[in-house]
């Protein structure tokens, strides 16, 4: 056994200790489901032996499945399908992955009782495994999270995981717990009694030894004559209270678009009406036909596997040895600038921010303190943590402090001129072997790196507000930026734990581009005559997080003016649609709507209650269509293809050079439709052929935005999708 050590004691008790060789952490691969299946067989059948403790050996219990063994299941379905056709394939997918969940019946039903010793955190297959237990003792380990994440990469739990807590708590609970993918801490876990007891590290085992001795039962609750559901039958009237309010739930929240969450809904409802075994039966099912979904395959690839793979550094030049990073300069202490220090300090770098004066630049500290104060007030934040963040920030007008930092980020006002001037500034005084990064949002990295005496060192860091919530990191390589450039980067976003997407110079890198598609084309339905709340909710429905006209407002309405009149200025009339120019015009010259930041926007922000569309808006539509004559399906077509559009454009022009990027930066940065994968798997996912008729459709009826670019084409001709050509070469380190 690889995976196990496996221990009994004079009293018969078996200590299975979970510890997989060469990894931090573990997780459930197809060798762990074997090894432990014949310890389950060992403990149920040894006759000496009266019941078995299992704990891990590392610091967490267990991270889950190994997504990667799901991944490959896919690629086998895939063939199957192919050479054995859908039944047959279909069988398999259901077998596989059912294998877990009846080994975590067998340890349910062996007939001796286990105990889990949750010595830290437990996530998806791993708690799942704890809820097969008779008895859940965890130790007193402020960092241990135990969780059903799986909702979150498109699946749920199928290893019984949601029968169990359907029987363990009230259905509304149980619902919310399984669709959030939320992550309890133990306090919360053990007044669900999802655990049953906490104790004291060194006692963990023990405790779990003498649970054993004392006679702890080896039979669950819904496996004993007479057990009550802990809301009531399905079919009650506390049963109608929650499944038909969870559907329309369900709908408002989803949109329809996760079938996962729609599985949880199913299964939970199905399964609570028959005994456990047809009920985790019916879990893999549905488990298995989620699986072969191609939400969930996308899901996986791209919020798992290449997010991973992003994060342990895919794109760094190998070559480049380790960047040592102690200390780094931020220069402009507003929004932006304060952020960038806060998450930087929290990784444990000091800081040296930087603004025109002191005051100024103490302001920028002393809004970081308000904001981690908030924080503590709420418990979330312990006073030692913020103080200790805080120290490691040092406020000054003075750029000689500059002189032994690492890294210097400017994030001044969006100003040519003005960002020209701390360019000068700074490298009158840092090191010469120190990187420089802007983290402007529209200047060109290239010509902003002209004002730099050594371009190889300057390069863009982009990040997104608000920066300490934004998991997107977007680094943008000028024409001349140099590999160790780029290595410092991706080493500083991974020490401070965000993910980089790295992309070439280009008007709006990827992400500002193509989120400024989706506002032009919600600015462009406006203009058509369809209803501003026609507008925002399509675009819910079609799995953005906010309407066009709400993200407009976010960013600022009088920004997407001024990137409008520069790109006019810069590249001519045509670059640009008219309507909308005439719209933006209206609403902050004309009107001085501004957004969200002057209160006033394609919403009216009342000082008290909810924000509302600007009744006004009518009056700035030329014409106004019927609703009912609408097609909401083509509405969401054109939201969502055009960013997919966009995307591949940029992926032609070699702005994108890997479609992993591609995906988790339109996800993480712009919260493109995540159930789609990203904007090229959108693409993938319906065909490229597909996918070309409907750009050619959009273009004839609303013109040459549409127009599919030639990469497009070429890929549809061939039937092509992005992750067939453009595979991702797999790097060993980011295996
Ligand atoms: P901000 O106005 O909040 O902050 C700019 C700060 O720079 C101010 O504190 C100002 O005093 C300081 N500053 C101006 N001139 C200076 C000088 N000569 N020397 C030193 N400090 C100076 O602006 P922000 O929203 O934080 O944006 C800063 C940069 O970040 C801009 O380039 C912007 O495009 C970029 N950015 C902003 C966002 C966003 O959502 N706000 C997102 C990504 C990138």
Wanted: some cysteine; glycine content about 10%; aromatic content about 8%.
């Amino acid at each position: 056994m690889a995976n196990f050590k496996f221990d009994v004691d004079a009293d018969g008790i078996a200590l299975i200790t979970w510890d997989m060789p060469g990894r931090s952490m573990n997780v459930i691969d197809m060798d762990v489901i074997e090894e432990l299946a014949g310890l389950v067989e060992k403990v149920a059948t040894g006759a000496t032996i009266k019941g078995a403790v299992i704990t891990s050996a590392k610091d967490a219990f267990c991270g889950g499945a190994d997504l990667t063994m799901l991944e490959r299941m896919g690629a086998i379905y895939a063939d199957l399908v192919k050479n054995k056709g859908g039944e047959a394939a279909a069988l398999y997918v259901f077998e596989e992955s059912r294998k877990l969940s009846l080994l975590y019946r067998r340890i349910e039903t062996g007939g001796k009782p286990w105990v889990c010793a949750l010595n830290g955190t437990a996530m998806g297959g791993g708690f799942e495994l704890a809820l097969a237990c008779h008895q859940r003792i965890a130790a007193d380990n402020p960092k241990t999270r135990l969780g059903l994440p799986e909702i979150k990469i498109g699946l749920f739990p199928g290893a019984g995981g949601t029968q169990r807590i359907a029987r363990m708590l009230p259905p509304a609970d149980a619902l919310q717990y399984l669709l959030k993918g939320d992550q309890l801490k133990l306090d919360r876990a053990k007044a669900m009694k999802l655990i049953d007891a906490v104790v004291p590290a060194a006692d963990l085992v023990k405790a779990g030894k003498d649970w054993i001795k004392a006679g702890g039962k080896a039979v669950k609750p819904w496996d004993e004559k007479g057990f009550k559901l802990p809301g009531g039958p399905v079919y009650s009237k506390a049963g109608m209270m929650v499944f038909p309010p969870a559907n329309a739930i369900y709908r408002r929240e989803t949109y329809d678009n996760y079938p996962a969450a729609r599985a949880i809904l199913q299964t939970v409802y199905e399964g609570l009406q028959v005994d456990m075994d047809t009920a985790l039966r019916v879990e893999s099912r549905w488990f298995a036909k989620i699986l072969r979904s191609p939400e969930a395959a996308s899901m996986i690839r791209t919020l798992f596997v290449s997010m991973q793979e992003l994060n342990k550094g895919a794109r760094r030049p190998a070559a480049e040895p380790a960047t040592s990073l102690k200390k780094i300069g931020v220069i402009g202490a507003g929004f932006m600038g304060a952020g960038i220090a806060q998450v930087s300090a929290a990784a444990g770098l000091q800081v040296v921010l930087i603004d025109r004066d002191q005051e100024t630049a103490d302001k920028g500290k002393a809004a970081l303190h308000k904001a981690l104060s908030d924080r503590v007030a709420k418990g979330r934040m312990k006073s030692a943590e913020r103080d200790g963040l805080l120290s490691l920030i040092t406020p000054t007008p003075d750029y000689g402090a500059l002189k032994d930092c690492d890294l210097v980020i400017e994030a001044v006002f969006e100003d040519r001129k003005v960002k020209a001037e701390v360019i000068a500034k700074i490298q009158a005084v840092i090191g010469d072997q120190a990187i420089f990064a802007s983290n402007t949002s529209t200047l060109p990295i290239t010509s902003l790196a002209t004002e730099f005496k050594d371009q190889p060192r300057f390069i863009g860091i982009h990040f997104f507000s608000p920066v300490d919530r934004m998991m997107l990191v977007e680094i943008i390589l000028g024409k001349n930026t140099g590999d160790r450039a780029l290595a410092a980067a991706l080493d500083y976003v991974r020490a401070i734990r965000k993910t980089p997407i790295v992309v070439n110079d280009s008007r709006g890198f990827y992400t500002s581009r193509v989120v400024g598609t989706y506002i032009r084309e919600g600015h462009l339905m406006l203009c058509e005559g369809v209803p501003a709340a026609m507008i925002e909710n399509v675009g819910r429905m079609a799995g953005m997080p906010v309407g066009p006209l709400s993200l407009n407002d976010e960013v600022a309405v009088d920004l997407a003016w001024k990137i409008l009149k520069a790109t006019e200025a810069d590249l001519g009339a045509a670059a640009i649609d008219p309507r909308q120019k005439t719209l933006l015009e209206e609403m902050v010259e004309k009107r001085g709507r501004f957004g969200r930041k002057n209160g006033k926007g394609f919403y009216d922000y009342p000082a008290s209650g909810p924000k509302k569309l600007w009744p006004g808006l009518a009056d700035l539509q030329p014409k106004k269509l019927d609703p009912d004559t609408i097609d909401v399906q083509e509405l969401k077509n054109r939201l969502l293809a055009m960013q997919a559009l966009e995307t591949a454009r940029c992926f032609e022009e070699k702005v994108l050079t890997d479609v992993r990027e591609a995906d988790v930066g339109s996800i993480l940065g712009f919260g493109f439709a995540p159930f789609s994968g990203g904007t090229l798997s959108y693409i993938d996912m319906m065909g490229s052929k597909k996918f070309v008729a409907l750009c050619r459709a959009l273009e004839a009826k609303y013109g040459a935005r549409f127009a599919p670019c030639k990469l497009l084409i070429e890929m549809a001709d061939k039937g092509e999708s992005f992750y067939g050509r453009f595979a991702p070469a797999k790097k060993k380190e980011a295996a």
